[in-house]
């Protein structure tokens, strides 16, 4: 564990850092939340206090065929320890974004520790990341090119899964329907529990919900991770498996934001997945027969 003196030092070095990356990218970074930037700068006067939460921001890379979005999420200790970030653009297909990002956190890795290294990133990006861009153009051209030539494509297959993500909260209106727009792009049925705690259950093939997930998870969250994850391998007709029919915003306020867990639990007892409030939550559901 840090002292507090060690923690000023880090967090020093990284409001340091985000000043010179400001004046580079005055427009094109953005502070997720200036609370925690302000928590961070009164620690480092006076660090008689708990430590301020992580430090995270966005960067709209520039690149010759466009921007790449660099989210960065900065632990406590960095420099000392590794940032966390992730790569994402509307023109990147979802192959391309995998590999960019696979290459990117070998270069997180590669960083000396103690130096900050978002710059490097940056930088890595600008010379890089157009060979994405350029490969996912091309991944693009054919795909429409083949199933022009047959018609129709191919059926293969597939992997049916159903994420089950739990989340400390789910409060903002346009996370919300950031999530709920990204399922029905992807053809994702299940639903967002919208509260305290949240919940979001994703189900489709493997590769859509993978995709899915990892663009949520680059959201800014508090806490949120994969509590169960269900597969069926060589799924012929990933739409029989399916538990829900769409994908919908569910709550059951007992007050402004906290959720009713029996009429969750009910919610899910009527779709057959009563199994996943257990592996959700870490006990057994149980709700009044008389509940309605």
């Known amino acids: 564990m840090s002292t507090p003196a060690e923690m000023t030092e880090t967090l020093t070095a990284q409001v340091s850092e985000l000043q010179a990356l400001q004046s580079v990218y005055p427009s094109e970074l953005t502070v997720a939340d200036y609370g925690v930037l302000a928590d961070i700068n009164e620690y480092i006067e006076c660090p008689d206090r708990d430590p301020p939460r992580w430090l995270e921001y966005a960067i709209a890379v520039p690149l010759n065929g466009g921007s790449i979005e660099l989210l960065v999420n900065l632990p406590t200790n960095y420099p000392k320890e590794q940032p966390e970030v992730y790569a994402r653009g509307s023109c990147l297909d979802r192959t391309q974004q995998a590999l960019l990002n696979k290459e990117l956190s070998v270069l997180v ?4 520790a103690g130096e900050p290294c978002i710059y490097t990133l940056i930088s890595w990006l600008q010379d890089n990341a157009d060979t994405y861009l350029e490969a996912s153009v091309r991944n693009q051209t054919v795909k429409h090119s083949d199933a022009s030539k047959s018609g129709t494509e191919d059926r293969v297959p597939a992997v049916f899964s159903r994420y089950w993500i739990y989340s400390h909260h789910i409060y ?18 299940g639903f967002c529990l919208a509260g305290k705690p949240g919940i979001i259950c994703m189900e489709g093939s493997l590769e859509d919900c993978d995709y899915c997930w990892q663009r949520i998870r ?25 538990k829900f029919t769409d994908f919908q915003e569910i709550s059951f306020p007992t007050t402004e934001r906290h959720n009713d867990m029996g009429q969750l639990l009910k919610y899910l007892t009527d779709r057959d997945c009563q199994h996943a409030f257990k592996e959700l939550f870490g006990i057994e559901g149980k709700f009044s027969k008389f509940s309605d």
């Open 109 to 112: 890795k590669a960083q000396e």
């Open 218 to 242: 680059s959201m800014n969250w508090h806490r949120i991770l994969i509590k169960l994850l269900e597969k069926e391998e060589d799924c012929n007709d990933v739409d029989r498996m399916r």
């Open 172 to 189: 903002g209106k346009s996370k919300r329907q950031d999530v709920a727009s990204l399922a029905k792009e992807n053809s994702i049925t």
